[in-house]
């Protein structure tokens, strides 16, 4: 039964069957041996003794073959040991996995850590430069036009005056995307649908584009509003449209898709910056070339480019980055070399409905007036541009380079209707505050302020307080004529 039962388990089943086979033979021949007093079994005995005989031989050498497996065969307890052995190793094994992972989480955190404090520094290098800078630019397109309207008869150097401005335009685009990358520049956010935006970019985009680049939008149906600065979204879509049409020489297809998504908190810890909540979500995507991995973490930084000198300053997805890192929102890049890429911008949704676009409020004739002006502006340089020009327009003026002056003029009898502040200014007192305490001494003062980038003083949460006019810098005299108005009719 035993054999029948444990057939594959047994070891050595030839000596079994043999001892067996030995046992039931060797009774068959007592027993036989026991029934000699009635019948006569002589013969039969010795038959069997005989076979007995033959298999102990058998057996005996079965055994002796045995011997040296038997001596080797493990016994209950060496094999416990071994099987105790075996789990050490494996839990040791295990720890040693554990810590690997842990030390690779460590390693990605610190490099996180790393480039977000190398993105901060080089935002801070680069919001300063772009800060004076704007002051330079102020001035420059500024006095242009009026070197212009004083040469235009002159072709030679009008056409001069034409390089200059155009220059000046093209650092101003500059400044305005550093500006963006450092987070410092002033931005209107609102309620936004995003679906009308992107399907409205989309239609921007067609002859930019061209033939060869086809346009897919698959936009979610019910895209919850994002509160954001509409123009500046509009900008950060074209950035990415162009990277995606210089990375699809040869054609392609670029995709726009817009998306709830809420980000949970797994999320958020493999991705440092990324806060935890609902998003509207914009992806653009392209079938181009992609971005190898070792450049991946490097293409947001600013004048980071693989274009050719002329062809891309690196500033386009610098931009992007910015605008929606002081948006409170989170932008994620994803790309495999030949086959695309694909830019995640995750936008802070907004409460309430979209609003509607705000009324286009730029007027057909440059604005003119005689009311009396303040201007406060610490730069020397800017502050006589400024003047010449609120003067072209006919107002009266006064001027201030800092908060302690400006109030020595408002305290006296003339009259103002406007002051016109920069927002830093030095003196112990902000842009804000001289406005606040010039409104005490004059209640009901008109308020302009400008600003090459905003700080707290006005903007709170990367957003410009309710009742507050802000003319950016640089701007050209028609902005300036059209804000003095808006101001002075507010
Ligand atoms: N969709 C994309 N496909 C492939 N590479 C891309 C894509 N987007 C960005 N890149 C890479 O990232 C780099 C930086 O992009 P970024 O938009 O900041 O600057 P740029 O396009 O080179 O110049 P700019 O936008 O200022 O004209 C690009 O030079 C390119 O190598
Ligand atoms: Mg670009």
Redesign the pocket.
């Known amino acids: 039964m035993f054999l029948w039962r444990r057939w594959h388990d047994i070891m050595f089943r030839g000596v079994f069957i043999s001892i067996t086979s030995y046992g039931v033979v060797g009774g068959i021949g007592r027993l036989l041996s026991l029934a000699t007093p009635w019948i006569d079994v002589g013969a039969a005995t010795d038959v069997f003794d005989a076979v007995l005989a033959l298999m102990s031989v058998a057996l005996i050498a079965a055994l002796l073959k045995m011997l040296p497996q038997i001596l080797v065969l493990p016994t209950r307890i060496t094999l416990q040991k071994a099987y105790a052995q075996l789990e050490e190793e494996i839990r040791q094994r295990r720890a040693a996995e554990a810590m690997v992972q842990r030390f690779q989480e460590i390693e990605a955190n610190e490099a996180q850590v790393r480039q977000a404090q190398k993105m901060e520094a080089i935002g801070q290098l680069t919001g300063g430069v772009a800060h004076d800078f704007n002051n330079i630019l102020t001035v420059i397109t500024g006095t242009i036009e009026i070197l212009a309207d004083a040469v235009k008869d002159k072709p030679q150097l009008a056409g001069i005056a034409n390089m200059i401005s155009a220059a000046a335009d093209r650092g101003a685009d500059l400044t305005r ?1 550093l500006l963006a990358f450092s987070r410092r520049q002033p931005l209107q956010p609102r309620a936004t649908d995003i679906n009308a935006l992107v399907v409205e970019a989309g239609r921007l985009l067609r002859p930019t584009l061209g033939e060869q680049i086809e346009i897919e939008s698959m936009l979610a149906y019910d895209s919850a509003p994002a509160l954001i600065d509409p123009s500046q979204l509009s900008t950060a879509i074209l ?2 449209a ?3 049409r ?3 020489p040869e054609g392609g297809k670029l995709t726009l898709e817009t998306k709830n998504v809420t980000l949970d908190d797994d999320y958020a810890q493999l991705n440092r910056d990324a806060k935890p909540g609902s998003y509207v979500m914009i992806a ?1 995507s ?1 079938t ?4 190898p991995a070792a ?1 991946l973490h ?10 050719d000198v002329g ?10 980055y910015g605008f929606v890192k002081q948006s409170n929102g989170h932008v994620k ?1 994803y ?1 495999e070399e030949g086959h ?4 995640k911008l995750y936008l802070p949704r907004a409460a309430g409905a979209p609003e509607l676009p705000a009324a286009d409020t730029s007027r057909p004739a440059v604005a003119r007036g005689d009311e009396t002006i303040l201007i406060v502006e610490d730069d020397a340089l800017v502050r006589d541009y400024v003047v010449a020009q609120v003067r072209r327009l006919g107002y009266r003026t006064l001027a201030a380079s800092n908060a302690a002056e400006g109030l020595v003029l408002i305290d006296n009898p003339e009259r103002i209707d406007l002051l016109f502040t920069d927002v830093i200014i030095p003196g112990g007192m902000n842009g804000r505050q001289l406005a606040i305490e010039a409104a005490k001494r004059r209640p009901g003062l008109k308020v302009l302020y400008t600003s090459g980038y905003t700080e707290n003083a006005i903007v709170h949460h990367g957003r410009l307080d309710a009742d507050v006019l802000l003319l950016a810098k640089p701007y050209v005299s028609a902005d300036l004529a059209r804000m003095i108005r808006t101001a002075l009719e507010a």
């Open positions: 995307h950035n990415l162009l990277n995606a210089d990375a699809m653009v392209d181009g070339q992609g971005i450049l490097k293409v947001f930084e600013p004048f980071f480019t693989t274009k062809k891309g300053s690196g500033l386009g997805l610098s931009m992007v890049i790309s695309g890429t694909t830019v």
